[in-house]
């Protein structure tokens, strides 16, 4: 089961996502997870050096090259994070996805750039945005939740804006993040086994 983490967009929440998402793997008792660091800035394998999680392979891999190898000899519940703006690696990754998370924001977002990366998903595979960081109760995510309803675009999550998920290598994971993530899993899998 390949999870593509995936968005053209830069530091909309893609790499928290990935670690969140494969840790509520493991807490549903996927044996093995992998999370494939395709990212040259490697920040999901930075942060697993700093804060381990029982459970979970990381495999470094920052090229289109190296990514399709080790999403090809991956075995179980595969989560991929992906670079930014890099649309090779992106198309690559999702031409193999079972299912593509798309972090995103509400407010001041560039609707295009998410579009564009819809756009890269092969027809029929499961796709869904997860919007990270978000403020309960603002104008701003009921427009963002009523412009993806407008456009049938799933919302597989909205991740509340916390400290304690932003904290990333300087700190475990917290509960309310795997919470919330488990959910984004949850859709992400359905239809699977
Ligand atoms: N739920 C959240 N609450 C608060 N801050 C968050 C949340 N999710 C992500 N962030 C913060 O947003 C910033 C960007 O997140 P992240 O690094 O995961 O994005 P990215 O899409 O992987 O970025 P890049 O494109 O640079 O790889 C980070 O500082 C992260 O801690
Ligand atoms: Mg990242």
Not at 51 to 71: D, F, H, K, Q, Y
Not at 140 to 168: F, M, N, Y
């Amino acid at each position: 089961m390949n999870i593509i983490v995936t968005s053209l967009k830069g530091g909309v929440g893609k790499s928290t996502t990935s670690i969140y998402l494969a840790a509520a793997g493991v807490d549903r008792g996927y044996d093995p997870v992998t999370l494939i660091d395709a990212d040259p800035q490697a920040s999901c394998a930075e942060w697993l050096e700093l804060w381990p999680l029982a459970g979970i392979t990381v495999v470094e891999a920052p090229s289109e090259r190296t990514a399709t190898r080790a999403i090809a000899r991956a075995e179980g519940l595969v989560v991929v994070d992906t670079p930014p703006g890099n649309e090779r690696i992106t198309q690559s990754a999702v031409a193999v996805a079972d299912a593509v998370v798309i972090p995103t924001r509400a407010g001041g977002v560039e609707y295009s750039r998410v579009s564009a990366t819809i756009e890269l998903i092969p027809k029929g595979t499961s796709y869904g945005v997860v919007i990270c960081a978000a403020r309960l109760g603002t104008n701003d995510l009921d427009a963002a939740l009523a412009w993806w309803k407008e456009q049938k675009v799933e919302v597989w999550g909205v991740i509340p804006e916390r400290v304690s998920i932003a904290a990333g290598p300087e700190a475990r994971l917290s509960r309310e993040g795997l919470e919330n993530y488990d959910a984004v899993l949850a859709r992400a899998l359905r239809g699977w086994r």
